[in-house]
Every structure is written in C-alpha cells, then in structure tokens.
C-alpha cells in the first residue's frame, strides 16, 4: 500500500516535471520572440536587462557615480511556478512587452540615493529607450537639492547605454517637503553607461 503511494506520488511528480520542463520551454521561446531586449535563446546576446555603470558630471561640477539594474519582466521563479500550474504574483503584470522595471543609484560623495524606475523600449526598435523615476513626494530632503524625473533620448548597443538626464535645481530657502521646492533651473546631462561586468565573468 505504501509503495504504491509512493509510486503515484513519484509518477505525479515525474510529469509535473516533465511538463514543467516543456512549458518552461514554450514560454520562455515565447518570450524571445516578443520581448527580444529582455530574453533570449542565446546566452552570449547582449540584452538590455542586468546592470549598467558609469558616471557624470553635473553642471555645477560635482561628480557622480550612477548605476541602473534593470530587471526581468518575468523572472525565473514566476516562469517555473506558472510552467507547473501554480499561480504565483508577478512583480510587473506584461500588457505590454516593451515595458520595463528597475532600480537607479546615484552616489556623490554627499551620500547615495536610490530611485525606482519604470521605462518602455520602442516597439520599432528596442535599442531605443525612456524611463522615468519613481519617488516619495512627501519625504524629506536636504536642500539645495537636484534630481531627475524624466530621462529621455535612452539608446543602447551591446554593452553600451546612453541618455539625457534632465537635472532639476531648487531654492535652497524653500520648504523640507519636497512637493514645496521652489524650481531654478533646469540642466540637462549626456550620461554614458557600460554593462557591469562581475569578476566570475
């Protein structure tokens, strides 16, 4: 009686396998043809995915580090879960698979500061690319203080991305919250990033 439980439960589990390991596949194939920046069949094609750094100037001459991780639109974790029928609760829901979420640093040597990003590709062509910057209006914050909601003219190649960050002054004399900063002047700065390499690679 118990060998034959533990038989249904190994047959069970060998299918489940089995057609996980197919839609695994079919999906993630799928995936390759309509999001061809985020995934791909072969390991070596540069993808617009993953970590990129770098570093800029501002306009008053302060130097900046600047990384930006953009993330999978479907991870590997969701893609196993749904290939076996599990429901599981996708971090970004894809309407539309140009779109894309991540995160953004930027560090000088008054602290670093991190921003969440949503962005889209062009349906045209995926080497072109915006994204703008998530933040907290109700925070409060050092002033004078600079930051960048809108980031456009977004292009990448291979291991290369580069975009117009739009640099934002306020009135060092306005109020703490955000919301309430008195708007100087607008700069904007030509950004060039690479693809982070780790030391594994």
Known sequence: MKFGIFLTTLILASICAIVG?????????TDSRLCPWAFSLDENKPLLVGKWVGQFTEPDSLEKKISIEIYEPYSKTERIFTSIGFPYSQRMKL?????????????????????KLEGHVNAKNMQFFEFHLLTNDNRSINVPYSISFIITNGFWKSNVMSFILNVIYY???????????????????????????????
């Open 171 to 201: 009135n060092s004399s306005s109020s703490k919250k955000f919301r309430n900063l008195d708007y100087q002047l607008s700069k904007k700065v030509k950004v060039t990033l690479n693809r982070f390499k780790s030391l594994n690679h």
């Open 21 to 29: 390991a197919f839609g695994y596949y079919v999906t993630y194939r």
């Open 95 to 115: 309407r539309d698979m140009h779109k894309f979420d991540g995160l953004m640093t930027v560090e000088s040597k008054f602290g670093k500061k991190e921003f």
